[in-house]
């Protein structure tokens, strides 16, 4: 038992003997703890108070304001001070009488003039889906099949089409963007990565002296699509800046004819229970029921071409290569939505004169190629005729890049440079470029 | 009128911390309320006793940089807001002011041995190093959150536990304990998740696993064998029949068969598991008896739960880490923990190996009396 020894305490007076044994037991109640380096819990301490129990700091038991409606309660509102027996008083909440920007809260949803009842799944710039090709098959509903078309390839395979010194003039244009333009000894990923993609632009624009519906092109940057389609009760859209679009005067021919596209009929899209093929994606309850391919009526080049996508240094916006062919086919199929919706209308319908979007991702030496192909706008069933995905990944355009030479054991392993250079994803990026000109 | 800041200094003197600093700011209110006093006339005679009152509520407060007082340092700029006005007042008195501030002056110096003069108030932020704001957020996400550490000091500042401080950052990722935890307006009697991955988590001893179903993800203790791509159950029927259970799966222990190991056990139903989750380690479900469970936890410890207690079957992840040699002092910074004191302390009876008998079943079951049950029935 804990005693409470009281060494030299000679007073006569009652009340500073009583402090000083409290003081004495408070005082062996800390060395206790202190010598023990843990919580006293296993031993009574009579002659102290519980505070020097408490964990934590004191915490405010919130009285509940109990609202008698024959009763008013009489507050200290009227003294403007605090007394002692009186109801602490609620005032109503201050609005600032001027409208600031930093401190303003936005109404909520179920306030917004947008509000629905049924949710609608977005699917954005930056967002990266859990099964990636295979969750934006079953959104798009769409079958794959790995391998560009043949005919688009064989394209790039003709000598007529070929650039003149095709094969030095794509090395020095990855030297350019990975080496030369720069003051510093390499540059970033965000900088050579575009420089790249507009260089090969570039030489494949170069060709237009052969073919000249190569001219009847443009590039446009920073536009916003929107999409909106129902898939099996739930609503799905694609919106917001994808990459950089290639417009054309002319649509694409399709790819598949017209029986291939009956006998997707018998395909039957895969799923991946247990997970839902809703994840992911932004669940909204307020949104905007548009199709919009970014473009207003009358534009010149109305005809969406090929989508380009490229890498940054932006750390939301790294992609794995698997979320990036699904964002590759949901932001292709989106674009040829739009287009099809603004053309054929808003009817659900298989269409006759299918609508072929492009799309090629590079991070400035892996590439993925995408053909889509819309066969249908009658997304709603799982049955029926599907669309169509052609998918060539991961293509390297060259092994190594190097700035300085890379020295394992006072042996060059790989030297400075552009090496392993690999013609024919030059080729392929030529043919889906020639596709729809030639 | 007697001055009532004299006698509240006097008192005030005698207090320590927060409560002196609060009651010399009260002290500092009543000398503005004289300010506005309506019943003094004179303009000059509410000057000085608003000065005087403010100088011995000055000289009331230690200005010492104690980090209690610096915390609640929030009727400070009432305070300077009163000097301002107290000095605004002595413009308008007839008795010159450097004469009034220097009385100030005089009175703060006879009450202020703990009143240097003029430091000035302290108008800062408070310290926000302690602050518990990245706990406190309610919404459920699988990015990790960054956490502050403690040292193993308390809300006062001291060192409440010994042997804590510095090691690698970490970042808090929320796991999800109660296993039968239904997406907003989904339930239903059984739902499945698939391991998305498996990782190393720095808060804790066992591993971590991202799972998804339907359209969320979560963070689960990771059982021994989980590996990614697996597909694992959540149920909370209980059947006539025991379920065969996979490891991984989860179900209430009224549906496991007996002497099934487990892990992650609830004690009271929808609370979510608080025993039985270190690296490791399982549990043993001895026996069911109408309707509640009893089971031997790793520390041989019996206890009784109902049986609608969720509980994952398997042991925890990470099964080799009571084997793991630290090898050096430096690992052990790393993991935060700081070197015992060097003293050498004469031991005394609490110390040395303890050979106890196990304490008796503990029953986290209310079962209704045998009194109760018969004052109903009667």
């Known amino acids: 038992m804990f005693k409470v020894v009281l060494h030299g305490v000679k007073s006569n007076e009652p009340m500073l003997l009583a402090v000083q044994i409290g003081n004495a037991a408070r005082s062996a109640f800390l060395n206790y703890s202190h010598r023990r380096r843990c919580d006293v819990g296993g031993r009574r301490f009579f002659s102290v108070t519980c505070s020097l129990f408490g964990r934590g700091p004191p915490s405010r038991k919130e009285k509940k304001i109990v609202d008698i409606p024959g009763l008013e309660r009489v507050t200290y509102a009227d003294r403007m001070h605090f007394v002692p027996g009186l109801a602490k008083p609620i005032f109503p909440e201050w609005q600032r009488d001027w409208h600031d920007p930093h401190h303003y809260r936005g109404p909520n949803n179920e306030e917004m003039e947008l509000h629905k009842e049924n949710p609608c799944y977005v699917f954005n710039q930056r967002t990266k889906i859990l099964e990636g090709v295979r969750q934006a098959l079953w959104l798009t509903k769409s079958k794959l099949i790995q391998g560009l078309p043949e005919h688009i390839l064989s394209l790039a395979e003709d000598p007529a089409n070929q650039i003149e010194d095709q094969d030095e003039r794509v090395q020095q244009a990855i030297r350019h963007s990975r080496f030369w333009d720069t003051t510093a000894l390499r540059p970033k990923r965000d900088r050579f990565c575009p420089v790249l993609l507009r260089d090969l632009l570039h030489l494949c624009g170069t060709l237009q002296v052969k073919h000249t519906s190569l001219s009847k092109r443009i590039l446009a940057e920073n536009y916003r699509v929107a999409a909106l389609w129902n898939r099996e009760s739930d609503v799905f859209q694609v919106r917001g800046l994808n990459g950089m679009l290639l417009n054309s005067m002319t649509s694409l021919p399709a790819v598949a004819q017209s029986g291939e596209v009956l006998a997707t009929e018998n395909h039957t899209l895969e799923t991946f229970y247990p997970i839902s093929p809703t994840i992911d994606l932004q669940c909204t309850y307020v949104y905007d029921q548009k199709n919009d391919t970014g473009f207003r009526d009358g534009y010149p080049f109305p005809h969406p071409h090929t989508l380009f996508f490229t890498e940054t240094e932006d750390s939301a916006a790294k992609f794995k290569p698997e979320q990036l062919r699904a964002k590759m086919i949901m932001f292709a199929f989106g674009n040829a939505l739009a287009r099809a919706k603004s053309l054929y209308g808003e009817h659900p319908q298989v269409l006759e004169h299918p609508v072929v979007v492009q799309s090629i991702a590079t991070d400035g030496r892996l590439f993925q190629f995408i053909v889509l192909q819309l066969n249908t706008t009658d997304l709603g069933p799982d049955t029926g005729v599907k669309n169509l995905v052609w998918m060539d990944q991961d293509q390297l355009l060259y092994d190594y890049a190097k700035c300085r030479p890379l020295i394992k054991k006072k042996v060059v392993t790989v030297p400075a440079g552009l090496s392993g250079y690999q013609p024919e994803t030059f080729k392929k990026f030529l043919a889906l470029h020639l596709h729809g000109a030639v | ?378």
């Open chain 2, 1 to 378: 009128m007697q001055n009532p800041g004299h006698k509240l200094s006097n008192t005030i003197h005698r207090e320590r911390g927060w409560r002196r600093h609060q009651r010399a700011s009260r002290l500092v209110c009543c000398a503005v309320k004289l300010c506005a006093c309506e019943t003094v006339t004179s303009e000059s005679v509410k000057g000085v006793m608003a000065l005087s009152a403010l100088a011995r509520a000055l000289g009331s407060l230690s200005l010492s940089a104690s980090s209690n007082v610096a915390q609640r340092v929030r009727p400070a700029p009432l305070l300077s807001q009163t000097v301002k006005q107290a000095t605004e007042l002595c413009r308008y008195s007839s008795l010159p002011c450097s004469r009034l501030l220097l009385t100030v002056r005089k009175t703060s110096f006879c009450f202020g041995t703990q009143l240097q003069p003029w430091r000035g108030i302290l108008t800062s932020a408070a310290l926000c190093q302690n602050s518990t704001r990245w706990k406190q957020r309610t919404k459920y996400t699988i990015r990790p959150i960054g956490k502050k550490k403690t040292g193993g000091r308390d809300h006062t500042g001291k060192i409440r536990t010994h042997g804590i401080g510095g090691g690698h950052k970490q970042r808090y990722r929320m796991v999800d304990f109660q296993r039968l935890h239904f997406e907003a307006g989904k339930e239903s009697e059984f739902f499945e998740e698939k391991v998305i991955e498996v990782r190393y988590d720095p808060c804790r001893s066992a591993d971590i696993a991202l799972v998804a179903g339907g359209s969320r993800k979560r963070w689960i203790i990771a059982t021994e064998n989980m590996q990614v791509g697996d597909v694992i159950k959540t149920s909370r029927t209980i059947g006539r029949m025991a379920v065969s259970a996979n490891e991984g799966d989860s179900y209430p222990l009224g549906a496991l068969p007996i002497g099934s190991l487990f892990n992650n056990l609830e004690i009271y139903p929808g609370k979510g598991a608080q025993y039985v989750r270190a690296a490791g380690t399982c549990g043993v479900l001895l026996r069911k008896v109408n309707g509640t469970a009893i089971v031997q936890l790793p520390s041989k410890r019996q206890i009784q739960v109902l049986e609608t207690c969720m509980a994952t079957v398997g042991r925890v992840s990470n099964v080799d880490h009571n084997k793991r040699i630290i090898g050096k002092a430096g690992r052990n910074r790393w993991l935060g923990i700081r070197p015992s004191s060097g003293l050498w302390q004469r031991k005394g009876g609490w110390a040395g190996r303890k050979i106890k008998p196990i304490p008796p079943m503990k029953s986290y079951v209310n079962l209704p009396s045998a009194a109760a049950a018969a004052g109903t029935t009667s």
